[in-house]
Nanobody
């Protein structure tokens, strides 16, 4: 059974960069589109980006476009979220998840997490000086 684990969170200064990793076990991650989301207490989950199963297509939320990039390493069964120019408001718990196979090109439903089947436990990112 597919299991996901995020890593790479921690404390980073404003303006800094961080790379998060979503590692899969129990199944091939390249069978699924993968999405990155974040959540802060009292707020709804926010979709950040999705990458297709092939890795050839991505969709990124307007709020983080130009600062956040997602990619995948099929050989290592991992997906990454590269974050730069981090701001205090980026502080959140970051999650990765997999979408049930449906669309070859990630779309807005992916960013909503509408058809997601599995989630990791999350990793905390704190942006503070």
């Amino acid at each position: 059974q597919l299991q996901l684990m995020e890593s790479g969170g921690g404390l980073v200064q404003p303006g800094g960069s961080q790379r998060l990793t979503c590692a899969a076990s129990g199944s091939r991650l390249d069978l699924y589109a993968v999405g990155w989301f974040r959540q802060t207490p009292g707020k709804e989950r926010e979709g950040l980006s999705c990458i297709s199963a092939s890795g050839g297509a991505t969709i990124t939320a307007a709020a983080v476009k130009g600062r956040f990039t997602t990619s995948r390493n099929t050989a290592n069964n991992t997906v990454f979220l590269e974050m730069k120019s981090l701001r205090p408001e980026d502080t959140a718990v970051y999650y990765c998840g997999v979408e049930r196979p449906r669309a070859q090109i990630p779309d807005s439903d992916c960013l909503r997490g509408k058809f997601f089947e599995r989630w990791g436990q999350g990793t905390q990112v704190t942006v503070s000086s």
